[in-house]
Nanobody, 120 residues
Framework: QVQLVESGGGLVQAGGSLRLSCAASGSTFGIIARGWYRQAPGKQRELVEIITIGTSTQYADSVNGRFTISRDNVKNTVYLQMNSLKPEDTAVYYC??????????????WGRGTQVTVSS
C-alpha cells in the first residue's frame, strides 16, 4: 500500500503562484511514475503533469510553460510548482502514484485531493 498526502492548495489571484506537495509513505516498490491530476466541477479528471522514475515528464498542453513537476527522492515527495495561474486552473488537484509490477499488474494510488481556486 502507498499513502499519499497532498498539501499546498488554496485561493490565489490570477497570475499568482502556488506549490503543491505530495508526500508518499508505505511501500514504494514498483512505483514507476508519480504526478498530478485535476478535476474541475462537472468535468472529468485530467492529467496535469507526471514524472517517471527515469525523470521524463508528461504534461497537459494547457499547463506547458507554467507548471513544473519535481521530486525529492529522499523525502519521497513530489512537487508541482504552478505559476501564472488562470481561473481555468481552478480544480481539485489529486496526487497519483502508478505502480507496475510484472507479476502483479498495475495499480494507481490517489491522494484525497487539495483544492486550488484561482480568482479573476
Amino acid at each position: 500500500q502507498v499513502q499519499l498526502v497532498e498539501s499546498g492548495g488554496g485561493l490565489v489571484q490570477a497570475g499568482g503562484s502556488l506549490r503543491l506537495s505530495c508526500a508518499a509513505s508505505g511501500s514504494t516498490f514498483g512505483i514507476i511514475a508519480r504526478g498530478w491530476y485535476r478535476q474541475a466541477p462537472g468535468k472529468q479528471r485530467e492529467l496535469v503533469e507526471i514524472i517517471t522514475i527515469g525523470t521524463s515528464t508528461q504534461y497537459a498542453d494547457s499547463v506547458n510553460g507554467r507548471f513544473t513537476i519535481s521530486r525529492d527522492n529522499v523525502k519521497n515527495t513530489v512537487y508541482l510548482q504552478m505559476n501564472s495561474l488562470k481561473p481555468e486552473d481552478t480544480a481539485v488537484y489529486y496526487c497519483n502514484a502508478h505502480r507496475n509490477i510484472a507479476t502483479m499488474g498495475s495499480h494507481d494510488y490517489w491522494g484525497r485531493g487539495t483544492q486550488v481556486t484561482v480568482s479573476s
